[in-house]
């Protein structure tokens, strides 16, 4: 595994006070610093490690809170900040892999977090899933004119896990939202589920249940089937329950709350609940590594023996003895998208001593091939290409 050394765009809590030296070492590094929108790690170097075929950069910076990201039609990455409300651009009109500049489509928004673009008959749309609602935009101008959004999905339940994830396919929306709880008999069946409504917002729909918290979800290229990682419950201990992969089928309940892992009755509900009749996880990893998005890559910029893989960034764990998780994996697939195995790809925002230096939330390969990252520690996006 090759090392690669990254700078961050940060200053430190108590320094915007650093030298010329520094402010032009960082400005020629990353582009500007925005003190005011500073990390509170300061100027950090990255480690990260990587494979010796592949190259990681800087897409961009002074991106706080940097959540989920989707690619318009015009190959124009837009990137959801949770905690700050926002919903930017970041075009890279001059192709040399950084952004130019964040251009703020949307703010005051209240937890904003999946994004997604579809083209239908009357324009195009861009949806985006606010913890309470899901609203749209049609498009009135290239590249980035926007109408006034239209809230499509009301009164979605808040608190507990407040993102919302969505994904269209098949002139369907397919919103991801967690419980309300760590462990709990939820009253509302939105919650721990996949639903699915029309392009307008009517026609809801369960899909799946069971689902503690699946963030991430992603049509597979191979089948057409909806997959999600899923965030296992807490205070099991270490090991236990370990995190799910799943593939996501109509009328499936994957456990939570009465089970987990290969049909595991949890204590918390005792022997109530007929485990039997859950669905088993298609693959599992180890528990508390908060896998939050994932990737399908069947081939593009990276050398061809990536082609057939699937990618997640585990954000991780919070609450674990042993800190797991900061980090890539690449899950081997065959010609058919079918599992093989995983390994590590990308590493190193864990550090020896508990310590982190970023913690990985999305992956999302461009139209050009290459694979982003965003990192909500930092308040960046990688870029990750074949050497």
């Not at 190959?75 to 952004?99: C, E, M, Y």
């Not at 002139?171 to 307008?200: H, M, T, W």
């Not at 109509?250 to 918390?268: I, L, M």
């Not at 508390?288 to 954000?315: C, E, R, V, W």
């Given at each position: 595994?090759?090392?690669?050394?990254?700078?961050?765009?940060?200053?430190?809590?108590?320094?915007?006070?650093?030298?010329?030296?520094?402010?032009?070492?960082?400005?020629?590094?990353?582009?500007?610093?925005s003190c005011s929108e500073s990390r509170k790690l300061g100027l950090e170097q990255l480690h990260l490690n990587v494979p010796k075929d592949i190259r990681i950069n800087l897409f961009a910076v002074d991106v706080p809170n940097a959540r989920h990201m989707a690619f318009d039609d015009q190959g124009i990455l837009f990137l959801s900040q949770h905690r700050t409300g926002k919903v930017v651009a970041l075009p890279d009109n001059n192709g040399d892999g950084k952004s130019d500049q964040t251009i703020t489509l949307l703010k005051n928004l209240q937890v904003p977090h999946g994004l997604a673009f579809?083209?239908?008959?009357?324009?195009?749309?861009?949806?985006?899933?606010?913890?309470?609602?899901?609203?749209?935009?049609?498009?009135?101008?290239?590249?980035?004119?926007?109408?006034?959004?239209?809230?499509?999905?009301?009164?979605?339940?808040?608190?507990?896990?407040?993102?919302?994830?969505?994904?269209?396919?098949?002139?369907?929306?397919?919103?991801?939202?967690?419980?309300?709880?760590?462990?709990?008999?939820?009253?509302?069946?939105?919650?721990?589920?996949?639903?699915?409504?029309?392009?307008?917002?009517?026609?809801?729909?369960?899909?799946?249940?069971?689902?503690?918290?699946?963030?991430?979800?992603?049509?597979?290229?191979?089948?057409?089937?909806?997959?999600?990682?899923?965030?296992?419950?807490?205070?099991?201990?270490?090991?236990?329950?370990?995190?799910?992969?799943?593939?996501?089928?109509?009328?499936?309940?994957?456990?939570?709350?009465?089970?987990?892992?290969?049909?595991?009755?949890?204590?918390?509900?005792?022997?109530?609940?007929?485990?039997?009749?859950?669905?088993?996880?298609?693959?599992?990893?180890?528990?508390?590594?908060?896998?939050?998005?994932?990737?399908?890559?069947?081939?593009?910029?990276?050398?061809?023996?990536?082609?057939?893989?699937?990618?997640?960034?585990?954000?991780?764990?919070?609450?674990?003895?042993?800190?797991?998780?900061?980090?890539?994996?690449?899950?081997?697939?065959?010609?058919?998208?079918?599992?093989?195995?995983?390994?590590?790809?990308?590493?190193?925002?864990?550090?020896?001593?508990?310590?982190?230096?970023?913690?990985?939330?999305?992956?999302?390969?461009?139209?050009?091939?290459?694979?982003?990252?965003?990192?909500?520690?930092?308040?960046?996006?990688?870029?990750?290409?074949?050497?």
């Amino acid at each position: 595994m090759a090392n690669i050394l990254l700078y961050s765009a940060g200053l430190r809590r108590d320094s915007c006070f650093y030298s010329l030296f520094i402010i032009l070492f960082i400005f020629f590094s990353v582009g500007s610093v925005s003190c005011s929108e500073s990390r509170k790690l300061g100027l950090e170097q990255l480690h990260l490690n990587v494979p010796k075929d592949i190259r990681i950069n800087l897409f961009a910076v002074d991106v706080p809170n940097a959540r989920h990201m989707a690619f318009d039609d015009q190959g124009i990455l837009f990137l959801s900040q949770h905690r700050t409300g926002k919903v930017v651009a970041l075009p890279d009109n001059n192709g040399d892999g950084k952004s130019d500049q964040t251009i703020t489509l949307l703010k005051n928004l209240q937890v904003p977090h999946g994004l997604a673009f579809v083209q239908l008959d009357s324009g195009y749309y861009f949806y985006v899933a606010e913890e309470h609602q899901v609203i749209r935009m049609k498009r009135e101008a290239k590249p980035l004119t926007y109408g006034k959004p239209e809230v499509i999905i009301r009164q979605i339940p808040g608190g507990g896990h407040t993102t919302r994830t969505i994904k269209i396919k098949d002139q369907k929306i397919y919103l991801s939202v967690g419980s309300s709880c760590n462990v709990c008999l939820e009253g509302n069946p939105i919650r721990a589920a996949v639903s699915r409504f029309n392009l307008d917002g009517s026609g809801q729909e369960i899909v799946a249940a069971g689902l503690r918290n699946s963030v991430g979800i992603e049509f597979s290229p191979y089948t057409g089937e909806l997959w999600g990682v899923n965030n296992g419950r807490d205070h099991l201990g270490d090991d236990h329950p370990r995190e799910e992969l799943n593939i996501i089928r109509k009328g499936n309940h994957y456990g939570w709350p009465y089970c987990y892992e290969d049909q595991t009755w949890d204590e918390d509900f005792g022997k109530t609940y007929d485990c039997s009749t859950t669905v088993p996880p298609a693959y599992t990893f180890t528990a508390h590594m908060a896998p939050l998005g994932l990737a399908f890559y069947q081939k593009g910029t990276l050398p061809g023996h990536y082609n057939d893989s699937l990618f997640i960034a585990f954000h991780g764990s919070w609450n674990r003895s042993v800190p797991a998780g900061y980090k890539v994996v690449r899950v081997k697939l065959n010609e058919r998208g079918e599992i093989l195995s995983h390994e590590d790809f990308i590493t190193g925002w864990l550090q020896p001593d508990g310590g982190k230096t970023g913690r990985p939330v999305d992956l999302e390969q461009s139209p050009d091939g290459d694979l982003y990252l965003s990192d909500d520690y930092l308040g960046v996006v990688y870029r990750i290409m074949g050497k």
